[in-house]
């Protein structure tokens, strides 16, 4: 089977780390080019930081993927932090180390143009789960790259579903909004996994036994990380557990049909203070307007829990 060459793209972040943990379990499968880190749920020193303690925990041909350093900041608002939902550190209550790695040379956006311009046309994916600061900021600065992009598949926004920071806004889009105008605009084709999907994938607590007993060090990290979250206050007023919201489009990526995607219009709201980061998702076909976007609407949340442990399982 032939591997997917992708850029992940993240700021770990509790779901962020799993969703890394699940990509450097499936290098059989996704031939992962670099890893790219930009400020979010918490600063970038933090974020690369745990993106290379995630690599570590992984071991093995892990250790060979480039973690590359990106935007500290939005593109035009002040940042905003979510380290009340992923832990001062933002991996919870991980243990912290400085890993033996250091971050590659060069910058993110640097990283991104270069891999873009160099690989044939249509053949890479950008797999985001941060805000889109660093693809953004690569479209603008080399706008060549945008019809050379296979497709861009993010964590982000919300339609039936009501946002998880404002009330219509979800965090990823909301922590940079113009960032995501910008990737959403740019007619690449988009798969979108908002919360309407991932609010689906939740982590119970047989769910999360499951991965503890796998055993290795890198499930044991997996448990914890999500032990935290279901912790939370929010999460444990709903008793359904804390939803798992970045590995979602990983798991696409290694297995579609655990998901519905339609076929849709997205514009991301920048002007409104009130609803600032909304996505106003639109499934009518409008004239004129191609429907370069599939959001997900459904999600078979056992099967994303499944595949997760038998990836791990091989760490």
């Not at 084709?189 to 503890?212: E, M, Y």
């Not at 008793?239 to 696409?252: F, N, Q, S, T």
């Not at 297995?255 to 203070?273: G, K, Q, R, T, Y």
Request: proline share 7%.
């Amino acid at each position: 089977m032939t591997r997917i060459p992708l850029i992940l793209d993240c700021d770990p972040g509790v779901d962020d780390a799993v969703a890394l943990l699940l990509a450097f379990a499936s290098l059989d499968r996704l031939d992962l080019r670099g890893i790219t880190t930009v400020a979010g749920n918490v600063g970038l020193a933090q974020t690369a930081r745990n993106a290379r303690m995630l690599r570590q925990l992984a071991g093995g041909t892990a250790e060979r993927v480039p973690v590359f350093q990106g935007c500290a900041r939005p593109m035009v608002r002040e940042p905003i932090a979510a380290d009340h939902f992923h832990g001062e550190s933002g991996l919870g209550n991980l243990a912290i180390f400085e890993p033996a790695l250091p971050v590659a040379p060069g910058h993110a956006v640097h990283f991104i143009v270069e891999t873009l311009l160099r690989e044939p046309a249509g053949t890479v994916t950008l797999v985001v789960t941060g805000p889109m600061t660093n693809v953004a900021m690569a479209m603008r600065l080399e706008p060549a790259i945008v019809p050379r992009i296979r497709q861009v598949v993010f964590m982000g926004g919300a339609r039936a579903e009501a946002g998880n920071v404002t009330a219509s806004a979800e965090y990823n889009v909301h922590a940079d909004p113009h960032a995501a105008a910008v990737v959403c605009g740019s007619g690449v084709p988009l798969v979108a996994f908002g919360l309407d999907a991932t609010h689906q994938v939740r982590s119970t607590p047989a769910r999360i036994a499951k991965l503890r007993a796998l055993g290795s060090v890198a499930a044991r990290a997996a448990a914890d990380l999500l032990e935290f979250s279901a912790a939370l206050e929010w999460n444990v007023a709903t008793g359904r557990g804390a939803p798992l919201h970045d590995p979602c489009p990983v798991a696409w990526l290694l297995a579609p049909e655990l998901f519905e995607l339609v076929p849709c219009h997205l514009d991301v709201e920048i002007a409104s203070p009130l609803t600032l980061g909304h996505t106003a998702v639109e499934f009518r076909p409008q004239p004129g307007r191609a429907l370069h976007v599939r959001w997900a609407t459904r999600a078979d949340d056992a099967g994303v829990f499944d595949l997760l442990a038998q990836r791990l399982a091989r760490l």
